[in-house]
Each structure stands twice: as C-alpha cells, then as structure tokens.
C-alpha cells in the first residue's frame, strides 16, 4: 500500500471517522445524555486503521475498554455504535453492553471488553478455531502498554507459540496504563523486546505513522495466513484525552497536554504525507471530512432520538436456552 | 466527632493504621499514580481518591502501585502477608476477581487450614462493588456472596462512614484475610464519624431501626433502601426492624434471630445474586434456626438471575428498589 489512491481514501475515511465519532462523544458526553464511563481512541486511529486493512470480515479482532476506534476500523456499524453508547435499544448490543462491550460477530469483531488483559485469551481461540477448521483466518487482539503486563497476555502469546496460532497482538502503547506510566510499570526494555523473549517476532513502530504501522501489520498479518504463526507489534502514540472522559489527568504534563495534537496527530501526518505525494488531493480528503461529519451527525441525533430497550429485555438472552 | 464521608473515614482508618504498624503497607493500581508520567505523583490516590495523601506521608515503599496485574498483587498481598507485613491489597473493581480468584481463594484462604494452624495471612483486599453507575456487567457486580461462602474468608460490606472507619481498623488488625467491599455508590455518603480511632468487631450486626411488625435484614447499600422502605410502611402504620449485618463472614445470626422472633416476618434485601446469594443464606438460616417464629413465607428482595445491564432504564430495574422492598412487605402482610 502507499500508492492505490482507493485505499488510501478509505484508510482516510476510517481514521476520520474514528476521529469524530470520538470528538463528537467528548462533546456530547457533557450533556449527561450518555451513561457509564467513556474511553476515548482519539491520537490512536492510525493504529486500530492500518491492522484493520488487513483484514477480512471472517477475520477477528479482540478489542479493549477503548474500543471505539477497533470497532469502527474494523467495520461495524456506525449508527448503531452509536446508539448503543446511548444505551438504546437500536445498539449493536441492544443496549445491553455499552461502550466498554461492543461486538459485532458478522464483522469479526469479538467485542470491546472492560477486564484489561481480557481479550487476549479469546483471541487465541479464534485463532485456534482458524487453525484446527483449515481455513486462513487470522486473529488480532488490540492491548494497551497497561494490559500487555497481565499474566493473561503472557500466558496467551506463550500458548499461540507453542501451538503456532495464526494470531497477531498489536500492544497499543500510549505512554500510561490509567494514571501510570509505562515506563514504570512494564520491566522490561520494550514491550516489543519482552514479546520477542516469548520467541514472537516482534517490531516497535511509530504509531502515529499509518505507514509504519501499515507495513508492520501487513507483514505480522500475512505470516499468520500462511501459517507461519504469532507475531507482536508495539505501536507507540499517545491518546489526546483523559484515561476516561472527566479524568484530570494529573499524571500528565501540561506541555504533554499541549504538545499532544501538534506533534502526535496521525491524521494531520497522514495528510501531509499523501497530498505531498499527490496520490490524492486536498479535495478528495477534504470532502471525506464532509461525509464523514454528516455521519456522525445523524449517527448522534438518531441515536438520542431512539428508544430504550424496556423492561422486559432485562431477563432475555442470558442463555440461549433455559 | 465531624461529619466525614465513606471516602474520608477509610482514608482515616488507613492513615491512622500506617502510623500505628509500620507493617502495614497499600498495594495495587493508581494508589497513588503518576508513577512513569509527566505530570504529578498521586495523580489518582486511588481510582476513587480513597487513598489519596498516603504516599505522602508513608512514601513509596509503603504506598505501592504496581502494573496492572491483579494475580501478582493479590499473592504478593498474601506472600507478604504469611512472612511479616500486613497488606492492604487493592482490587479496583470486585469483578475483577476473576483474574486473580486463585491466589485469593485457594492460597491466602485456606493457608492456616492446610498448614495445621501454623500460618496467619493478616491481609486485607479492599474493592469496590455495586451497580447503579451504569458501568454495565463487568464493573457492577457485588460478589460478596461468593467470597463468603468460601471457609477462611471474612467479608465486610459497611453501609455507613462510621462503621466504614471501625471495620477498617478491625480488618487491618485482624489475622486472617478479610476482603472489604465497599459500595461504588456511597464513598460520599457523610456521617458523624470520630477523629480517633476506633475499631468495630466483626459478627456485630447494628439495628439500625428497631420494629415489632417485621424484620428487614439488607447488606452494603441496600441498608439504606431498606430504610427508606421503612420510613414509607411507618407511615402506613407498620413497624420494620432494620438489621445491617455489617459482615457476612462472620455472621451475627444472633441478632438476626431474636428479631424474628419478635417479628415473626422476614424480608432480605441483597444485591448480590438472585440465586445462591445472601438473601438466600439468611433465608436458610431462619427457615432452619428460626422457623417456629415464622408467621409467613421469607421474602427475598435480588436483583433478576442476570447479568448487570448497561441501559438505565434496564439498569434501574435490575437494582432492588424502595418501592420493590415496600411491595414485598406488602405481600408479606397481605396488605
Ligand atoms: C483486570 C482489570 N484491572 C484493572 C482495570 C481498570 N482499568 C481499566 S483500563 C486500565 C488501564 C489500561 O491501560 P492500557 O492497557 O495501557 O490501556 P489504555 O487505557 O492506555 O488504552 C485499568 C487499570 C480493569 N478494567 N480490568
Ligand atoms: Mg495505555
């Protein structure tokens, strides 16, 4: 990739709208009209994008609390995000989860998930559905520097290289883990290097350089296709906003806090590198911003404008059976 | 005496324990906070500001935050525990008990059991519960029944300020491990709480409002919607007891049975779980202990056997209600 005008405007078109959708949830979480705790990908669409372009709808990814971006990277619906963010019953989850248990099967995606280090152990197992049904699936799980220290993710990549499962972890390393650097809490050298001691090829790469990323996951990605096995990627760019939305960020500098969106802005890197390389114009990006604000707009007023689910939904799909 | 909050009396109850044994150390995530970054230390003070102000006074090696990593924490806790410190663990949320139930419930509970009496594990694991903040299933969740239902255990669900502050004291005191629950919903719930300290024995139910028509037995926050429930039945003319455990292991099964004998009626109110749960327990208890008392069926107040739900309006009608507990009453009394 680098050159294919078509997916260059499409791997825009998801980093925006990644983007807005987050913008537009830090604003609209003022009005106490959404519930629950917000996590916001804002600084880290370049990464949850160039994975997710790799990837087909049969293939899976295991997402974190800060799930929006690998939801929309990996196409689920918009709307219906949205709505379930709203907790309405017109949500992809039908207003059961929320923001922090997002999932949408028919696209591959095995859910956000609240447990940090959750999701790393059922990746596996999709990958190992992919191994033992013959197909050439591939699973990712998206784990932030925070997560990539729980004993489930050690456990997770020593078993995909033991039992060489076609899966991919991206460590998303946004400096802290809550209100804790990274730098403390992970021991070792990198995180990459750490995954490297599992016996895992492993790369450290700019996150906020979709190229680099792009290149990283393409090679990981395809190695698991072909049944080469596990790989790990550590994709290093800082989120703009607080661990939640209302966190005062006491942990951060305020020349972090100001510096953030002027070096650390993958799309405005993004933007430059391609207009620069005239693979695509200033219009055909600017009209994506156009689309893609149109969207999110209707995507909120619809969702404010749904239902809730009613009381009856609160005793149904607890089994599939009973 | 002045009016502290849930938050302020275990931040008490802490300060005061460090100053006293210089063994009792804090453990777990954004304790303190800061650590690694560019800003401040005790940027957090603990997720929900419980512990905020420690690392100042007692520094780092007694104010510990660690990685995210709750199996290490809770065996370290328990490590520490058994060979000279008395930790004070801290699991954000009880639901994620799941990633560390091992270390909790096969090591540290059953130490002094398997080891013939020769161990004592002085650890305390505080963590939150409760749903009501619309954190959907797997940050809502009471479990409290689950660890009591384990030998070796103590549990410990304050209600208010004061007891928040005593049953701390005691729990750092005590030589076996006690897991604290403290409910999300209350940290700023305020009464007269003591400047000194003060420790609450475990197994000491408090009647916190005494009746002759029948007897309310709620846990953690659901005292308080027992209450309520009271005030409106005293309107109508009925008389509730109402009785906050306070500990679920030890139980004062004492307390709760003298009611009922004065009673003869038994509402349970819990949070925890619709099956196997606390209103379960107490329902076995007097069905078995208490039965000759009984002058009708024992009513139990659960949420639905599901998980927690995110949606308000499903979340609102998951938690047990005033009007909930006031209709089970009725019910009860054929009003
Ligand atoms: C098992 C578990 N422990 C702790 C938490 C609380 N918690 C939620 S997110 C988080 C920080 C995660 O950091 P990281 O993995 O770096 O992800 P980031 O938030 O930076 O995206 C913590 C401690 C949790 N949800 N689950
Ligand atoms: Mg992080």
Not at chain 1, 275 to 287: F, I, N, S, Y
Not at chain 1, 289 to 305: F, G, P, Y
Not at chain 2, 21 to 39: K, M, R
Not at chain 2, 306 to 324: C, H, Q
């Amino acid at each position: 990739m680098g050159s294919d005008k078509n997916e260059l405007l499409d791997a825009y078109r998801r980093m925006k709208s990644i983007r807005e959708f987050e913008e537009r949830i830090h604003i609209e979480n003022t009005t106490g009209e959404i519930p629950g705790f917000v996590h916001l990908y804002a600084g880290q669409e370049a990464i949850a994008t160039a994975v997710c372009m790799h990837l087909r709808d049969s293939d899976y990814i295991g997402s974190t609390h800060r799930g929006h971006g690998h939801s929309i990277a990996k196409g689920c619906d918009i709307n219906a995000m949205m709505a379930e963010i709203y907790g309405k019953k017109t949500g992809l989850c039908a207003g059961k989860g929320g923001s922090m248990h997002i999932a949408d099967f028919e696209k591959g995606m095995l859910g956000a998930n609240a447990i940090v280090g959750g999701n790393p152990p059922l990746v596996i197992g999709a990958a190992l559905t992919a191994k033992v049904q013959g197909t050439d699936g591939v699973a990712v799980s998206f784990s932030g520097d925070g997560a990539s220290n729980q004993g489930t993710t050690f456990e997770s990549m020593n078993m995909a290289i033991v039992l060489q499962l076609p899966v991919v972890f991206i460590f998303e390393n946004n400096g802290y883990g809550e209100g804790t650097g990274c730098d403390y809490a992970v021991g070792a050298e990198s995180i990459a290097r750490r995954a490297e001691g599992f016996g895992l090829p492993a790369v450290q790469v700019d996150g906020t350089d979709f190229f680099a990323v792009e290149a990283a996951a393409k090679e990981a990605i395809n190695r698991a296709r072909m049944g080469q096995g596990p790989s790990a990627i550590e994709a290093v760019a800082m989120r703009f906003y607080g661990h939640f939305e209302g966190d005062p960020q006491a942990y951060r500098s305020a020349e972090e806090l100001t510096q953030l969106r002027e070096t650390g802005d993958c799309l405005k890197i993004f933007r430059d590198r391609v207009e620069a390389d005239k693979h695509v114009t200033k219009a055909d990006l600017d009209q994506i911003d156009q689309e893609v604000m149109s969207l999110i707009d209707s995507a909120v007023n619809a969702a404010r404008e749904a239902d809730f689910p009613t009381k009856d939904d609160l005793l149904t799909d607890v089994y599939v059976s009973y | 005496m002045t009016q502290k909050t849930i938050r302020e009396a275990l931040n008490d109850a802490l300060r005061q324990e460090m100053r006293r044994d210089n063994n009792v150390i804090i453990l777990g995530e954004d304790v303190a906070g800061g650590h690694g970054g560019t800003g401040v230390i005790d940027a957090y003070g603990g997720p929900l500001g419980v512990t905020k102000g420690l690392i100042g006074e007692f520094g780092a090696n007694r104010v510990i935050d660690t990685p995210i990593t709750e199996s290490a924490i809770m065996g370290a806790a328990a490590g520490a525990a058994a060979t000279g410190l008395r930790p004070i663990a801290e699991l954000m949320f009880v639901d994620f008990m799941g990633v560390c139930f091992d270390q909790i419930f096969n090591q540290a509970a059953k130490f002094r059991y398997m080891f013939g009496g020769k161990t004592r594990t002085p650890m305390v694991i505080r963590t939150t519960i409760g749903a009501g903040m619309r954190t959907a299933a797997q940050h809502s969740q009471c479990l409290y029944h689950m660890f009591t239902s384990v030998p070796g255990l103590k549990c410990v669900m304050p209600s208010n300020a004061y007891d928040a502050k005593g049953l701390l004291i005691e729990a750092i005191r005590d030589d076996d491990p006690v897991i604290f629950f403290e409910n999300k919903l209350l940290y700023d719930h305020a009464c007269d709480v003591p400047d000194e300290s003060y420790a609450i024995p475990f197994g000491e139910a408090n009647v916190v409002r005494e009746g002759r028509d029948i007897t309310i037995v709620a846990f953690s926050r659901m005292v308080h919607i027992a209450e309520e429930a009271a005030k409106t039945l005293a309107s109508e003319g009925i008389s509730v007891e109402v009785i906050d455990p306070r500990t679920t292991s030890p139980l004062d099964e004492e307390t709760i049975l003298e009611s009922v004998e004065k009673t003869g009626r038994l509402v349970v109110v819990d949070e925890s779980a619709a099956r196997c749960g606390m209103a379960a327990d107490i329902a076995g208890l007097v069905a078995e202990k208490g039965f000759s008392s009984l002058k009708g069926p024992i009513i139990q107040i659960t949420p639905p056997h599901t998980p927690v739900p995110f949606s308000p309006p499903l979340e609102d009608a998951y938690i047990p209600t005033v009007a909930a507990v006031v209709a089970g009453v009725h019910r009860l009394l054929k009003v």
